[in-house]
């Protein structure tokens, strides 16, 4: 299937130690497409519960954005990499 480069498409990335939410606010900075599955989850700290709202699958960005963009941005921030399919390169 022949994609357009000037066409938005989704992008799976990985953002390496933990640096997910830093690339998200990044990349929202930059006026690019992005999300981040996210769900709440109750801890303890201090002897407290505290209900927070943390990512789903850790390092994991969805980027929406022409592949130029990703591209040029991808450049700038080297700890936000593309997550490769084996099977189909």
């Known amino acids: 299937m022949e994609m357009d480069k000037e066409t938005e498409v989704w992008f799976a ?5 933990r640096r997910e939410l830093e690339a998200m606010h990044l990349l929202e900075k930059a006026n690019l497409g992005c999300f981040i599955p996210m769900q709440y989850k109750i801890s303890i ?9 943390v990512p789903v699958i850790r390092n994991l960005v969805f980027v929406h954005a022409r592949p130029s963009e990703v591209q040029r941005f991808k450049s700038q921030i080297t700890y936000l990499q593309y997550i490769t399919d084996t099977r189909s390169g």
Do not use: E, I, S
Request: hydrophobic residues 35%; proline residues 0%.
């Open 13 to 17: 990335m990985r953002a390496t130690y």
């Open 45 to 53: 700290r201090r002897g407290r519960k505290v209900r927070a709202l």
